[in-house]
């Protein structure tokens, strides 16, 4: 990545963002980290970012190619350019890694995330909780006289305003994947 | 030809199959079957240390001597462990070494069995990649991708953790064959990036070559590169203190190690470059000084094999990610396909300006008095050792970089120093890998007392194999850097820094059987040390030294290079409070 390069699709920045590769500015940028599926991967990954101490705010991982023993890793971190250029170029070092994707400069992407969401509560809390959920597209998966568990799917922000809304409402429990991320189009 | 045999037989005939001919090691209780096919053989030697961590590095010793892999033999548990500190020196010195260990049986992995540990969980980040062989059929191709991940790319330290019901059960043998994995690092350089570093080089008016261990790794024809490039250019070359010998000392255009403990004229033009092609060196902070004052001027051209080093310190002008030697092939075509062109009259007078630099002799002393100064014991065992062929190991501290600056290096693989983990307790069993290497070379490790106690248990070993290696060790019953700093840092109160109760060295030699020599008047000093190199055998040279020398030229941490110091004047306060948090 040279200096000053316009930024393509980033997915949480302007796309005009210029960006010297020695700024000081953090960014987040998801990554999508192709590994050899066998033990001890996943520890090779975190191992090098808590190591060299860079930032992992979300991380998902699966098995994607059972045939070719592939696991996909999708990590969203933050750093400066010089940061995320480092990580990028430490992942690709390790041996068990095939491919590094920067999908926040590759090409639009889309990121998507799963949440469950308990909400406890009697009444009119209980009846706007539901009409909330209706709004936000989150299905009812589990329900009680007193309770709740809503699922919903999607961008990381849509489930945070969403878990913002069920605070005052009753939330009791939250659990999310973190991101699992795409490049659009072919 | 596949064939079917145990998983201990496979251990060795991989090796053998590989080439290998030497093997570090240290038998126990999870190796036991693969000892045991040891012992059933000839082709490969097995060196009992005394030490796991002497096997490491010995086998580091080895490799960086020879060109070849490295490899070492340890047990379960404790026998992993005390191999750490070996692995994380071959990382960060980006040494091949093999390191086998062996493993409780896999039905017993996890029950805190008698001398179990998380080996490959422990050496995880201190190789560049390991392996658990959890059935005896992937064993052998484990070990031939093992040696291929441990040279390919940027060479390494790797590790195959092995249970010992993997050992004795029986499987299939496949031999060797070549690298089918999708680890296969880029070796050639990008053209459109090397024509810009040839151009840069036709225009250069200030340029530099700024050489490190790349250039050794890449193989003895690297070096040769390397010398028809600068020589054929005439451009001044500095290197780390990894990269010394890929281009002689005695050559014209040499102009010394850079860094901390660099010579004048070297930090003095990397400073005031415009042109900074780093071929195989990864702005160490040992090199560097003050990241935001270094070489402000220059346009910086870094060549590395690992894409990781670029941008990772100081952000390169001209980034060329490839082999060495590959691409300074390439340079070398398309430089002579142009012309052959350098800015001659900005040539002329950049080397005086260097030649001011040079007069400075930074590196100059005076032997008076009736106390041998380090610097002087150096500049004499250069003297009567450089027309050998001969083999230097270090320690770590003042000696280290003592032995850097006043001993010459003609050639690649002949420098065997711990640069960047920085290890005390090295060159010892280093020394005893080079002598395995050339058995009828002459191997000196240079060393300091302390560091050289740190694996003293090793004259065993030299004793019981006959590997005549010297022992050179400057004694002046300190932790010279450390009081060094000490002195420079902290109020000169010398917190730990002295040992007491130092052995004779000369009666600890003895007690091995070894020859000790005890040196302390500089008008001995020439015949004590013809006395140490013709011995037949192991020699323990205690050379009693001035106690209180500093190691000049310097350059403080949190400053720039053209702020080095260059003796005892005025040391004291130069360094501030945000350079003393530096290390």
Same mark, same amino acid.
């Given at each position: 990545?040279?200096?000053?390069? /316009?930024?393509?699709?980033?997915?949480?920045?302007?796309?005009?963002n210029?960006?010297?590769?020695f700024?000081?500015?953090?960014?987040r940028?998801?990554?999508a980290v192709l590994?050899?599926?066998?033990?001890?991967?996943?520890?090779r990954? /975190?191992?090098l970012?808590?190591?060299?101490g860079?930032?992992?705010?979300?991380?998902?991982?699966?098995?994607?190619d059972h045939t070719?023993?592939?696991?996909?890793i999708?990590?969203?971190?933050?750093?400066?350019?010089?940061? /995320?250029?480092?990580i990028?170029?430490?992942?690709?070092?390790?041996?068990?890694?095939?491919e590094?994707?920067?999908?926040?400069?590759?090409?639009?992407?889309?990121?998507?995330?799963?949440?469950m969401f308990?909400?406890?509560?009697?009444?009119?809390?209980?009846?706007?909780?539901?009409?909330?959920?209706d709004i936000?597209?989150?299905?009812?998966?589990d329900?009680?006289l007193e309770?709740f /568990?809503?699922?919903?799917?999607?961008?990381?922000?849509?489930?945070?305003?969403?878990?913002?809304?069920?605070h005052?409402l009753?939330?009791?429990?939250v659990?999310?994947?973190?991101?699992a991320?795409l490049?659009?189009?072919? | 030809m596949?064939?079917?045999?145990?998983g201990?037989?496979?251990?060795?005939q991989? %090796?053998?199959?590989? @080439?290998?001919?030497?093997?570090?090691g240290?038998?126990g209780g999870?190796?036991?079957?693969? $000892?045991?096919?040891?012992?059933q053989?000839?082709?490969?030697?097995?060196?009992?240390?005394?030490h796991?961590?002497?096997?490491v590095?010995a086998a580091?010793? $080895?490799a960086?001597?020879?060109?070849k892999?490295?490899v &070492?033999l340890?047990t379960?548990?404790?026998?992993?462990?005390?191999a750490v500190?070996? !692995?994380?020196d071959?990382?960060?010195?980006s040494?091949?070494?093999?390191v086998?260990?062996?493993?409780?049986?896999?039905?017993?992995i996890?029950?805190?069995?008698?001398q179990e540990?998380?080996?490959?969980?422990?050496?995880?980040? &201190?190789t560049?990649?390991?392996? %658990?062989v959890?059935?005896?059929?992937?064993?052998?191709?484990?070990?031939? =991708?093992?040696?291929?991940?441990?040279?390919?790319? +940027?060479?390494?330290?790797v590790?195959?953790d092995?249970?010992?019901d993997?050992?004795f059960?029986?499987?299939? $043998?496949?031999p060797?064959?070549?690298?089918t994995?999708?680890y *296969?690092?880029?070796?050639?350089g990008?053209?459109e990036a090397?024509?810009?570093?040839?151009a840069?080089?036709?225009?250069?008016? +200030?340029?530099?070559f $700024?050489?490190g @261990?790349g250039v050794?790794n890449s193989?003895?024809g690297?070096?040769?590169?390397?010398?028809?490039?600068?020589?054929?250019t005439?451009?001044?070359?500095?290197?780390?203190?990894m990269?010394?010998g890929?281009y002689p000392?005695?050559?014209?255009?040499?102009?010394g190690?850079?860094?901390?403990?660099?010579?004048y004229?070297?930090?003095m033009?990397m400073?005031?470059?415009?042109?900074?092609i780093?071929?195989?060196?990864r702005f160490?902070? +040992?090199?560097?000084g003050?990241?935001?004052? #270094?070489?402000?001027k220059?346009?910086?051209a870094?060549?590395d094999?690992?894409?990781?080093?670029?941008?990772?310190?100081i952000?390169?002008?001209?980034?060329?990610?490839?082999?060495?030697?590959?691409v300074?092939?390439?340079?070398?075509k398309?430089?002579?396909?142009?012309?052959?062109?350098?800015?001659?009259?900005?040539?002329?007078?950049w080397?005086?300006?260097?030649d001011?630099?040079?007069?400075?002799?930074c %590196?100059?002393?005076?032997?008076?008095?009736?106390?041998? +100064?380090?610097?002087?014991?150096?500049a004499?065992?250069e003297?009567?050792?450089?027309?050998?062929d001969?083999?230097?190991?270090?320690?770590?501290?003042?000696? *280290?970089?003592?032995?850097?600056q006043?001993?010459?290096?003609?050639?690649?693989?002949?420098w065997m120093?711990s640069?960047?983990?920085?290890?005390?307790?090295?060159?010892?069993?280093?020394?005893?890998?080079?002598?395995?290497?050339?058995? =009828?070379?002459?191997?000196?490790?240079v060393a300091?007392?302390?560091?050289?106690l740190?694996?003293? *248990?090793?004259?065993?070993?030299a004793?019981? #194999?006959n590997l005549?290696?010297?022992?050179?060790?400057?004694?002046n019953?300190?932790?010279g850097?450390?009081?060094?700093?000490?002195?420079?840092?902290?109020?000169e109160?010398y917190s730990?820094?002295?040992?007491?109760?130092?052995?004779?060295?000369?009666?600890?030699?003895?007690?091995?059987?070894?020859k000790g020599?005890? &040196?302390?008047?500089p008008?001995? !000093?020439?015949d004590?040390?013809?006395?140490?190199?013709?011995?037949?055998?192991?020699?323990? #040279?205690?050379?009693?030294v001035?106690?209180?020398?500093?190691c000049?030229?310097?350059i403080?941490?949190g400053?720039?290079h053209?702020?080095?110091?260059?003796g005892?004047a005025e040391?004291?306060?130069?360094?501030?409070?945000?350079g003393?948090?530096l290390?």
């Open positions: 990545m040279s200096a000053l390069k /316009i930024k393509k699709g980033s997915t949480s920045h302007s796309a005009y210029l960006r010297p590769t700024s000081d500015v953090e960014e940028h998801t990554l590994v050899e599926n066998e033990p001890g991967v996943l520890a990954v /975190i191992g970012f808590s190591g060299r860079y930032n992992i705010e979300s991380l998902t991982v699966a098995e994607v070719g023993h592939l696991s996909r999708t990590i969203v971190t933050a750093g400066t350019p010089q940061v /995320i250029e480092q990028k170029a430490q992942l690709g070092r390790i041996v068990s890694v095939h590094v994707h920067d999908l926040t400069v590759e090409g639009p992407s889309v990121e998507r995330e799963l949440a308990k909400v406890a509560g009697q009444g009119d809390k209980r009846v706007e909780a539901l009409r909330l959920a936000f597209r989150a299905n009812v998966v329900s009680t309770s /568990i809503f699922e919903i799917t999607g961008a990381p922000d849509k489930i945070d305003a969403f878990a913002d809304l069920m005052p009753g939330l009791v429990e659990a999310r994947t973190g991101v991320a490049p659009r189009g072919d | 596949t064939r079917q045999m145990t201990a037989k496979m251990v060795v991989a %090796l053998i199959d590989q @080439g290998v001919d030497t093997v570090f240290y038998p999870a190796v036991l079957p693969i $000892y045991d096919e040891i012992f053989q000839n082709s490969i030697k097995h060196i009992l240390v005394r796991e961590q002497g096997a590095h580091e010793g $080895y960086r001597a020879t060109g892999p490295g &070492c340890v379960s548990g404790p026998g992993a462990t005390n500190t070996g !692995l994380t071959a990382l960060m010195d040494i091949p070494i093999i086998l260990t062996g493993q409780v049986p896999t039905f017993m996890g029950s805190d069995a008698f540990a998380d080996t490959v969980g422990i050496t995880r980040p &201190c560049k990649h390991n392996w %658990l959890k059935e005896t059929d992937s064993l052998s191709g484990v070990i031939h =991708e093992a040696f291929h991940v441990a040279t390919a790319g +940027r060479p390494g330290p590790l195959i092995i249970p010992k993997v050992q059960a029986t499987g299939t $043998y496949t060797p064959k070549p690298s994995s999708h *296969q690092p880029q070796v050639k990008d053209m090397i024509t810009e570093l040839v840069a080089i036709e225009t250069a008016k +200030r340029p530099i $700024y050489t @261990g050794i193989g003895p690297a070096s040769q590169l390397l010398r028809e490039l600068v020589d054929a005439g451009f001044p070359i500095t290197s780390t203190l990269g010394l890929s000392a005695s050559g014209k255009h040499w102009t190690m850079l860094g901390m403990h660099g010579l004229e070297a930090n033009a400073h005031d470059c415009d042109l900074m780093n071929i195989g060196a160490d902070d +040992r090199i560097t003050r990241i935001d004052a #270094f070489s402000p220059s346009k910086k870094h060549i094999i690992d894409p990781s080093s670029i941008n990772k310190v952000k390169a002008d001209i980034p060329i990610v490839g082999d060495v030697g590959h300074l092939e390439d340079i070398l398309v430089w002579k396909s142009r012309g052959r062109k350098t800015n001659q009259a900005a040539m002329a007078q080397w005086s300006k260097i001011e630099w040079k007069a400075v002799d %590196l100059k002393f005076k032997q008076e008095g009736k106390t041998i +100064r380090p610097q002087y014991a150096l004499r065992l003297a009567l050792t450089k027309d050998h001969r083999y230097i190991c270090t320690e770590v501290g003042q000696h *280290q970089m003592w032995a850097a006043y001993l010459g290096f003609e050639d690649p693989n002949r120093t640069g960047g983990l920085g290890t005390m307790g090295y060159g010892f069993p280093a020394s005893i890998g080079v002598q395995m290497g050339h058995p =009828e070379a002459l191997v000196i490790n300091g007392e302390a560091s050289w740190m694996n003293m *248990q090793e004259l065993g070993t004793m019981q #194999f005549p290696v010297k022992q050179f060790i400057l004694n019953e300190r932790l850097m450390v009081r060094q700093w000490q002195e420079l840092l902290h109020g109160r730990h820094s002295w040992s007491e109760s130092l052995p004779d060295f000369v009666k600890l030699a003895e007690a091995f059987g070894a020599i005890i &040196c302390s008047d008008d001995d !000093l020439d004590a040390i013809m006395e140490m190199i013709t011995h037949d055998g192991p020699v323990l #040279f205690d050379c009693l001035e106690k209180h020398e500093n000049f030229p310097m403080p941490s400053k720039a053209n702020e080095m110091l260059l005892e040391t004291q306060g130069v360094i501030d409070a945000k003393s948090v290390v």
